[in-house]
């Protein structure tokens, strides 16, 4: 039976919203493309398989808590080429893996373990896909944001290809982000929500070198940038360093920092011009995008809800159900592909 909090949410991602008008004008219906909830334990004999899931990730969110932005950033990077089937996780030369814009990404081996575990369980009925989503929402969950409801039912793909990749720079201006999630269905609502996973994570200092020395060929920082918390990236990110030294890194969101928690803040550091990436400072630029920083920097219930709702349509971009794709035994491999001996 289903708890209050869980009908609640159900509520939410099917667009009963009664704050909609106070943030701004944006979807609120989500394409279901054949996806329905709890399609494990209702269609299958692996009626166990959401609760197995979430056990694997409190295990791996214990000894990693940036676990959680890992898996937003794969799921993001997996739904917005070829839609969410799985295709990111597909290992091979010239997989979407080995594309410039997924650099770094990770958390593959946490769906592996599970997958793995699925597989000695009920072998072939739990699809790839559908394991990343789960996971990413319970990885949320853990870091303090709401466990909203996953619709699954998702097959995977047999194809990744890096020249597919088209994933936007971190520098993009709002109205070209804005674009590119039109030109997934989505719209500002789902831009200005989805981009609040930027509330954890860490990027390196590449991406943000030229707001702090150089924007625009200035020879200046980004004017949009707070001229103190410009001088404090400046000690993490230096102007020069020897070629041999790493990229730094720093923090997307220096308040949740290294606990990697879920939380509005983000926001709120939007509207005091200390965003990190030029895309979040971009918030600024678009009346929308004022308007859905001011309201979630300080309703963190509003943010939760709204994101339910973002994440639920992200995940019903080009979903493969049906007959369509395949379930696969490895997530790294399409079944055609699969090496016996691993």
């Not at 299958?44 to 000894?63: D, H, M, S, Y």
């Not at 959680?68 to 979407?96: H, M, N, Q, W």
């Not at 609502?189 to 994570?201: E, P, V």
């Amino acid at each position: 039976m289903w708890c209050s909090r869980e009908r609640l949410l159900v509520l939410v991602v099917l667009g009963l919203w009664a704050t909609c008008s106070h943030v701004a004008e944006g979807g609120t219906k989500l394409p279901l493309n054949g996806l329905v909830l709890h399609y494990y334990s209702k269609n299958t004999q692996c009626t166990k398989a959401e609760k197995l899931i979430t056990g694997a990730v409190r295990k791996a969110w214990v000894n990693d808590r940036s676990i959680t932005p890992a898996l937003l950033r794969v799921v993001y990077s997996d739904c917005f080429i070829r839609g969410c089937d799985a295709s990111i996780l597909l290992d091979g030369k010239g997989s979407e893996k080995e594309a410039p814009q997924n650099a770094g990404l990770r958390g593959f081996d946490v769906i592996d373990a599970i997958k793995h575990k699925l597989e000695s369980k009920c072998p072939g009925v739990v699809s790839c896909a559908d394991i990343l989503h789960l996971a990413t929402r319970d990885a949320v969950a853990l870091a303090g944001g709401w466990k909203y409801p996953v619709f699954t039912g998702r097959r995977d793909g047999y194809e990744s290809d890096a020249k597919m990749v088209d994933l936007p720079p971190p520098s993009i201006s709002w109205d070209d982000a804005l674009s590119y999630f039109k030109s997934r269905g989505l719209d500002v609502l789902d831009l200005g929500t989805l981009l609040g996973a930027h509330t954890m994570g860490v990027t390196h200092c590449r991406y943000v070198h030229d707001r702090i020395y150089n924007f625009n060929d200035t020879g200046l920082p980004d004017d949009l940038m707070d001229c103190r918390f410009a001088r404090q990236l400046a000690k993490t990110c230096p102007y020069r360093y020897a070629p041999d030294q790493p990229d730094p890194t720093v923090f997307l969101n220096p308040h949740s920092g290294g606990n990697f928690t879920f939380e509005s803040s983000y926001y709120s550091r939007v509207l005091d011009n200390q965003a990190v990436l030029g895309i979040d400072q971009q918030f600024l630029a678009s009346k929308d995008g004022v308007r859905i920083a001011s309201e979630f920097a300080y309703e963190f219930d509003d943010f939760s809800r709204y994101f339910a709702l973002a994440i639920s349509r992200m995940g019903s971009i080009g979903v493969l159900t049906g007959s369509k794709g395949e379930i696969r035994r490895n997530c790294r491999f399409t079944n055609a592909h699969y090496p016996k001996s691993k």
